[in-house]
């Protein structure tokens, strides 16, 4: 591959520049994965206010969920083509703008179109968020820097019903998009001054437009598979969405194994900790989902808890998580990654199965101590994972490696929730707890793929055989 080398000054950014970058890319990766899962619970509330059905309702989620999918990948390409810092504000500005027509909105079709622009700029903060960590952190602190990150995500993700539920107890649920203007000014002020301007390395290369259709069209599909197996759709609709998955994949896979730097990343794909650290991710987080969306209907409908109480309950695990990733950080520069995900996934695992243990009427230490474990061992996993991820990559493909994080988070993650569509409709009666129990098969199932990383070569590695 012709690359235009730059310059680089120094291994990271000095102090306390680098305190205000990560700032910056905090306030960024938290708005965008937070309101990936803080519009659900405002759903029937939204279905009320603006005179609509369940089932428009629903594209609120969809439009913002498929169009950060589709075009995650094309925004990490784009980031190794014109820097990083220029695709973060672009995505950051987006963000911005189309939370205020999300506030705004009257209609339900506004208010979906208004939350695939969102999911756009969602897209290009989420691609390039990670890459940016590896030129703001000296080497010696990557891991640790990206411990923080991955905890920012866990945390977000789990935590975004609680603060939904908070928002929605004392405002309307225009406030829940609101609350992004004044956070997405002071991140697009902080990254605009604070952040890195270029990244290590340039392709010489042009945008690929045709891969970057075809990623949407690949993405598209396996949304559409997903979703119309989720929400009961024709087996011959699916059936033939599947199909048509399985063609444009492969024309999109063979074309992208011919380029040098693909926007879906198969030259990454072929470094074995790469893959095997990518499997790892996708696994885990459709076990994740399992439990996460399963768990609020047994809160509810089991026991009988409110909205807030239900979060409140949900709110151990991402309690753990902050306690695990930082030391996950200190514990990953000495014990190899594969190790400690595998110990952090066979920890989670433990946790789902003594949460599908749970008697019919548990107390709330029952519930608590049992979701602090899922917390912890998931946090444990993660921040190795991700770190394994972004390090085992080229630099020059830094961009490709944090594009391909994210997705992996996304498609386990919508995976996961179909899973548990499929469990409420096979086990009516007992669908939290059979979610459970799948969700800890499958932990321990990335808990042996982690294992499997002991003693794969990085590129770096590789490069010198």
Same mark, same amino acid.
């Given at each position: 591959?012709?690359?235009?080398?730059?310059?680089?000054?120094?291994?990271?950014?000095?102090?306390?520049?680098?305190?205000?970058?990560?700032?910056?890319?905090?306030?960024?990766?938290?708005?965008?994965?937070?309101?990936?899962?803080?519009?659900?619970?405002?759903?029937?509330?939204?279905?009320?206010?603006?005179?609509?059905?369940?089932?428009?309702?629903?594209?609120?989620?969809?439009?913002?969920?498929?169009?950060?999918?589709?075009?995650?990948?094309?925004?990490?390409?784009?980031?190794?083509?014109?820097?990083?810092?220029?695709?973060?504000?672009?995505?950051?500005?987006?963000?911005?703008?189309?939370?205020?027509?999300?506030?705004?909105?009257?209609? #339900?079709?506004?208010?979906?179109?208004?939350? @695939?622009?969102?999911?756009?700029?969602? *897209?290009? +903060? =989420? !691609? $390039?968020?990670? /890459?940016?960590?590896? #030129?703001?952190?000296?080497?010696?602190?990557? @891991?640790?820097?990206?411990?923080?990150? *991955?905890? +920012? =995500? !866990? $945390?977000?993700? /789990?935590?975004?019903?609680?603060?939904?539920?908070?928002?929605?107890?004392?405002?309307?649920?225009?406030?829940?998009?609101?609350?992004?203007?004044?956070?997405?000014?002071?991140?697009?002020?902080?990254?605009?001054?604070?952040?890195?301007?270029?990244?290590?390395?340039?392709?010489?290369?042009?945008?690929?437009?045709?891969?970057?259709?075809?990623?949407?069209?690949?993405?598209?599909?396996?949304?559409?598979?997903?979703?119309?197996?989720?929400?009961?759709?024709?087996?011959?609709?699916?059936?033939?969405?599947?199909?048509?998955?399985?063609?444009?994949?492969?024309?999109?896979?063979?074309?992208?194994?011919?380029?040098?730097?693909?926007?879906?990343?198969?030259?990454?794909?072929?470094?074995?900790?790469?893959?095997?650290?990518?499997?790892?991710?996708?696994?885990?987080?459709?076990?994740?989902?399992?439990?996460?969306?399963?768990?609020?209907?047994?809160?509810?409908?089991?026991?009988?808890?409110?909205?807030?109480?239900?979060?409140?309950?949900?709110?151990?695990?991402?309690?753990?998580?902050?306690?695990?990733?930082?030391?996950?950080?200190?514990?990953?520069?000495?014990?190899?990654?594969?190790?400690?995900?595998?110990?952090?996934?066979?920890?989670?695992?433990?946790?789902?199965?003594?949460?599908?243990?749970?008697?019919?009427?548990?107390?709330?230490?029952?519930?608590?101590?049992?979701?602090?474990?899922?917390?912890?061992?998931?946090?444990?996993?993660?921040?190795?994972?991700?770190?394994?991820?972004?390090?085992?990559?080229?630099?020059?493909?830094?961009?490709?490696?944090?594009?391909?994080?994210?997705?992996?988070?996304?498609?386990?993650?919508?995976?996961?929730?179909?899973?548990?569509?499929?469990?409420?409709?096979?086990?009516?009666?007992?669908?939290?707890?059979?979610?459970?129990?799948?969700?800890?098969?499958?932990?321990?199932?990335?808990?042996?793929?982690?294992?499997?990383?002991?003693?794969?070569?990085?590129?770096?590695?590789?490069?010198?055989?």
């Amino acid at each position: 591959m012709t690359t235009e080398k730059l310059a680089t000054v120094q291994d990271g950014l000095p102090l306390p520049r680098r305190y205000w970058a990560v700032l910056a890319i905090a306030s960024g990766i938290t708005l965008s994965v937070l309101d990936g899962a803080i519009a659900n619970v405002a759903l029937p509330t939204i279905v009320k206010d603006l005179d609509t059905t369940p089932t428009y309702s629903i594209w609120v989620v969809n439009a913002y969920q498929v169009a950060t999918m589709i075009s995650l990948l094309a925004f990490s390409s784009l980031g190794e083509i014109w820097g990083y810092k220029k695709i973060y504000l672009l995505g950051l500005a987006t963000f911005t703008l189309t939370s205020l027509f999300c506030a705004l909105s009257n209609s #339900i079709l506004t208010l979906a179109m208004a939350r @695939a622009l969102q999911g756009f700029g969602a *897209a290009a +903060i =989420v !691609s $390039v968020n990670t /890459a940016l960590l590896r #030129i703001i952190y000296p080497s010696r602190f990557l @891991a640790k820097g990206i411990g923080i990150n *991955a905890l +920012i =995500v !866990s $945390v977000s993700a /789990a935590a975004g019903p609680t603060i939904a539920a908070g928002i929605l107890s004392i405002a309307s649920w225009q406030w829940l998009f609101a609350v992004n203007i004044p956070v997405g000014i002071l991140a697009f002020t902080l990254s605009c001054k604070f952040l890195p301007a270029n990244t290590t390395y340039r392709p010489a290369k042009s945008f690929d437009k045709l891969g970057a259709v075809m990623n949407a069209l690949t993405f598209g599909l396996v949304i559409g598979v997903i979703e119309g197996f989720t929400h009961g759709a024709s087996i011959y609709i699916i059936l033939a969405t599947f199909v048509a998955l399985l063609i444009i994949g492969y024309l999109f896979i063979n074309r992208e194994r011919k380029k040098d730097a693909p926007i879906f990343p198969v030259d990454l794909l072929r470094i074995p900790v790469f893959s095997l650290s990518v499997l790892t991710s996708l696994i885990s987080f459709i076990a994740q989902m399992l439990a996460m969306v399963s768990l609020p209907f047994f809160l509810q409908g089991a026991l009988g808890k409110d909205e807030v109480q239900t979060g409140l309950l949900l709110t151990p695990w991402p309690i753990a998580t902050m306690i695990a990733a930082p030391l996950a950080g200190v514990l990953a520069g000495r014990i190899n990654a594969g190790i400690l995900g595998g110990i952090g996934l066979s920890i989670f695992s433990c946790g789902l199965f003594f949460l599908g243990s749970l008697s019919a009427h548990p107390s709330d230490i029952d519930v608590i101590w049992r979701m602090a474990l899922c917390g912890f061992g998931f946090g444990l996993f993660q921040t190795p994972n991700n770190s394994t991820m972004i390090s085992s990559a080229p630099p020059g493909r830094s961009g490709g490696a944090s594009g391909m994080l994210g997705t992996t988070r996304l498609v386990g993650q919508t995976t996961g929730a179909a899973l548990v569509a499929l469990m409420f409709k096979v086990f009516p009666d007992d669908s939290t707890h059979v979610s459970l129990y799948f969700g800890c098969g499958i932990a321990l199932i990335a808990a042996l793929v982690s294992l499997l990383r002991i003693g794969k070569p990085t590129a770096a590695e590789l490069s010198r055989k």
